[in-house]
């Protein structure tokens, strides 16, 4: 066989991908949260050695890309000979390379080959409850992050490949759920150790020297792949300024110098005195997932791709935030700056990028006690919405926004058993809204009525006040919220509150956007519109007023 044989590379390669995936789904065929094995809030990958992202499973692509950073920090505060065999430490803090909140719980273990670490394979998952001042550990009041949460600072809880009983009792008995989180821990820990072992394999299948080589060339196709895509890109300096929710204005400015992009985030807003933080690293994942859409291939996610891209913070600003800021909410900052981004070079490349879609993970987090066992439940889902149009194209309906990648929404079957809830209705969001030559998707109606008094809401919706953002003349869309209806018939109206009392039969309705549309609502078909019609997508009035549509499905 030859040493670096370009067929051996390729099946290395694929082998790694294969890998990560198989991590994926040990986890979610083993996990006891709903928000794990159901809505796949999780992510896996393997790291090198020095902690450059070799290969992606499926997941979420915010936390995919978060993995690399939390090894980083791994490697920065635990001197390498002091790293073993057996190690897995965990990390969940955003200053401690958690990058995201404290939620998100990630687990790391290093891989051991011939007494070198080889690579590390790594997982993140979102645990239910771990601590803080509210049930679901978010609030979208918190103040500091004392208040989110038990914070895991890069430490090693397992040593030998057993756990360190006091590490871990700590962090278990900090939660309102420890069933559960015990169960997801130990689920991420045979993911892990799965991934080690089949990594293992490969170095000694193949030499470890042909596995390191595969490594660097899959780095190296991945930097290819960026400079290409962005070399598509007219050279110069993009701009662009966005109207928030709460009344301030976002900007972002970007430079493209052949192949290379640079994104210049340094006149953001001081950070927030609320939880909708980003760490440095979280404001990474943002650019790096705008990146990873105009190279458009999924399986060659690794760091070779970000290599080409620079981006520039200011410490102490929204986008890099010091301690002890709040970041339990900082997915909405982390996709309005991925909305932005996206929204900047639609501008520039209109015929490959779809209109504004709404761009929010609409986090709804429910709970209080369950009827039927008597103990402590919470909800905590992300909502699927409408996106936009594109050259072509309607938008998609129902789908979850660009943080959460290969998520599911939580069956009702599964939603009724697990919680004290009852899903009383999912249909799309007949609003109208989103018109162009072709139309936005739509988003959802979702209701929950809660079976306990004294339950509670806390939720964190954007677009909530400035809706999605057409294209080429196609209308805005719609608007993400939360209406609380009661017993009484009365309806209160949120987008970011935190412990609304619900009591027994009090429904909760989530409203999601529909998306922008995409070129003159006046150049849509005949035929499309009559569809539309027949199919409840717009009302005939709106066509009329809109599209100027009288009837007729032809011409």
């Not at 790391?108 to 049930?135: C, M, Q, R």
């Not at 210049?264 to 404001?283: M, W």
């Not at 109208?432 to 009525?449: C, E, H, N, V």
Request: hydrophobic share 40%.
């Amino acid at each position: 066989m030859i040493k670096h044989d370009p067929i051996t590379l390729e099946i290395i390669q694929n082998s790694l991908r294969a890998i990560s995936d198989e991590m994926f789904y040990t986890i979610g065929k083993t996990a006891m949260s709903p928000i794990i094995y159901e809505v796949l809030d999780m992510g896996t990958a393997i790291l090198t050695a020095d902690a450059e992202l070799a290969s992606a499973g499926s997941g979420i692509p915010a936390f995919v890309g978060a993995l690399d950073k939390s090894v980083a920090k791994v490697l920065e505060l635990h001197r390498r000979d002091d790293i073993k065999d057996g190690d897995i430490f965990a990390t969940n803090d955003p200053y401690f390379g958690g990058v995201t909140h404290l939620n998100d719980m990630v687990l790391l273990k290093p891989v051991f080959f011939k007494e070198n670490i080889i690579a590390w394979t790594a997982n993140i998952a979102h645990w239910n409850d771990v601590s803080g001042k509210s049930p679901g550990s978010m609030s979208v009041d918190a103040t500091e992050i004392f208040q989110e949460g038990i914070r895991v600072p890069a430490i090693r809880i397992f040593s030998n490949d057993e756990p360190i009983s006091g590490v871990v009792d700590m962090i278990v008995c900090n939660s309102r759920m420890p069933d559960f989180l015990k169960g997801d821990m130990w689920a991420q820990v045979s993911a892990l150790r799965l991934g080690a072992k089949r990594i293992i394999e490969l170095a000694e299948k193949y030499g470890i020297e042909t596995y390191l080589s595969a490594l660097d060339n899959y780095l190296e196709l991945g930097e290819k792949m960026a400079r290409a895509a962005i070399n598509k890109l007219p050279n110069g300096n993009y701009k662009i300024d966005d109207l928030q929710d709460d009344g301030s204005t976002l900007n972002v400015s970007m430079e493209v110098i052949d192949d290379e992009f640079i994104i210049d985030l340094t006149k953001a807003p001081k950070q927030s005195a609320g939880p909708d933080n980003l760490s440095r690293d979280g404001t990474l994942l943002a650019c790096q997932m705008a990146l990873m859409g105009l190279i458009g291939d999924r399986d060659v996610a690794n760091g070779g791709c970000f290599r080409p891209m620079t981006v520039k913070t200011l410490e102490g600003t929204i986008y890099h935030a010091q301690e002890p800021a709040a970041c339990g909410i900082y997915f909405e900052t982390m996709i309005r700056l991925n909305d932005l981004l996206w929204r900047c070079l639609a501008q520039q490349i209109t015929d490959q990028l779809p209109a504004g879609n709404f761009s929010s993970i609409c986090a709804t987090i429910m709970g209080g006690i369950h009827p039927d066992t008597n103990r402590h439940y919470s909800i905590i889902e992300p909502e699927i919405g409408g996106w936009g149009a594109s050259k072509g194209f309607d938008g998609v309906n129902a789908m979850f926004c660009a943080l959460h990648g290969d998520t599911f929404n939580c069956p009702a079957e599964i939603a009724e058993t697990r919680y004290g809830v009852t899903v009383a209705q999912m249909a799309l969001n007949d609003e109208d809204g989103g018109a162009g030559q072709y139309r936005g998707g739509k988003g959802i109606i979702l209701d929950y009525k809660m079976r306990n008094d004294d339950s509670f809401l806390t939720c964190a919706y954007t677009r909530a006040e400035v809706p999605p953002w057409g294209l080429k003349g196609g209308e805005a869309g719609t608007f993400n919220r939360v209406e609380v209806i009661r017993t009484d018939g009365t309806t209160e109206r949120y987008a970011m509150a935190s412990g609304v009392v619900i009591n027994n039969n009090d429904i909760i309705r989530v409203i999601t956007a529909n998306g922008a549309g995409y070129g003159d609502p006046k150049l849509r078909s005949r035929e499309a519109i009559a569809n539309d019609i027949k199919n409840g997508y717009v009302t005939a009035e709106y066509a009329s007023k809109v599209y100027n549509y009288k009837g007729e499905a032809n011409g």
